[in-house]
T-cell receptor, first 114, second 111 residues
């Protein structure tokens, strides 16, 4: 089956620092999604990417869809305490059987030290 | 706008008791619906998905089942809960190959 490797697993950073996390896939995806999950709540969609090479921003967040279609990264600039949470990448394969299923990374747990 | 409702938010059930978690979506038609389980706050495991009424696909053999009696209703059930069924259950919907949107989750503790 499809696998997503998300790294790092966890990060401890100082408030104000920039953050970078990434996901790599063993297969080609046609959609990359990035989510943030706060404790006890469902994941919230941050950014959606649909084209290889696409670079999309949402406030202090920037994500890119890798040219090879097998990777994506998420950057957070000037981190603040409310950025704390678990960030998940998710990918959807090319149209065909199972293309409506999302494959999720195992998450990056972000801690911000004030 | 579309919304997804999932209930209850928390549930404590004894081993061997039945389970029924409900999820409904508003503001869209014929969505793809999903049940995920998340253990220990990390990793989402897809349990079931549905592309239409009465159409259920299971990803992982287990003690759970799912049903879709109406277009925008997705139910997760069990006849007899096991301790290992404890976890955080998430319902989600998507429109075709688009983004997936999650409910608030149900924290299930089997005692």
């Amino acid at each position: 089956g499809q696998q997503l490797n998300q790294s790092p697993q966890s990060m401890f950073i100082q408030e104000g620092e920039d953050v970078s996390m990434n996901c790599t896939s063993s297969s080609i995806f046609n959609t990359w999604l990035w989510y943030k999950q706060d404790p006890g709540e469902g994941p919230v969609l941050l950014i959606a990417l649909y084209k290889a090479g696409e670079l999309t921003s949402n406030g202090r967040l920037t994500a890119q869809f890798g040219i090879t279609r097998k990777d994506s990264f998420l950057n957070i600039s000037a981190s603040i305490p409310s950025d704390v949470g678990i960030y998940f990448c998710a990918g959807r394969s090319l149209p065909g059987a199972g293309s409506y299923q999302l494959t999720f990374g195992k998450g990056t747990k972000l801690s911000v030290i004030p | 706008s579309q919304t997804i409702h999932q209930w209850p938010a928390t549930l404590v059930q004894p081993v061997g008791s039945p389970l029924s978690l409900e999820c409904t979506v508003e503001g869209t038609s014929n969505p793809n619906l999903y049940w995920y389980r998340q253990a220990a706050g990390r990793g989402l495991q897809l349990l079931f998905y549905s592309v239409g009424i009465g159409q259920i696909s299971s990803e992982v053999p287990q003690n759970l089942s799912a049903s879709r009696p109406q277009d925008r209703q997705f139910i997760l059930s069990s006849k007899k809960l096991l301790l290992s069924d404890s976890g955080f259950y998430l319902c989600a919907w998507s429109k075709g190959g688009g983004e997936a949107f999650f409910g608030q989750g149900t924290r299930l503790t089997v005692v």
